[in-house]
């Protein structure tokens, strides 16, 4: 059984490839997101898919997933974890003065960070048809079913 994940410290190449398809794929939900004016915009989404994509290919680059799987579970999991703190600033902000109330906005934005955060560990992994298509999905769920809202 081959290991398709593992990448050599030397592989410039790969890992150059690996890092500009997440900054893509960033790029790709951001602008969506840019272009409806929202707080968490192109920048936001193309550094959370690229943080994603190099915590992804630190363990890859140091260990062999084969010979310890857990490592790269682990990385996703504290991946996951930090980015809900992102999306978590982003959906409850305190409403005026008068009520004192929590309202709930930007659930919309909170689900696309998550979404590029999982796209940049896809793309850290070396999977450039998951990550792609999974952008351009994300993008069309973003751009075309607001209008059903």
Known sequence: MS?????????FLNILLRLCLALLIGAIIGIERQLQRKPAGLRTHMLVSFGSAIFTVIPLQITNP???????????????AGVG????????????QVSKRPEIHGLTSAAAIWVSAGLGIAAGCGLWQLSL???IL?????????RLE
């Not at 084969?66 to 999991?77: A, K, M």
């Open 85 to 96: 703190f992102l999306g978590a600033g982003e959906i409850v902000r305190e409403s005026s």
């Open 3 to 11: 290991n398709t994940y593992y990448i050599a410290p030397n592989d």
């Open 66 to 80: 084969q010979s310890d799987p857990e490592v790269i579970s682990r990385v996703i999991q504290g991946i996951a």
């Open 133 to 135: 298509t999974g952008s």
């Open 138 to 146: 994300t993008f069309a769920i973003l751009n075309f079913f607001k």
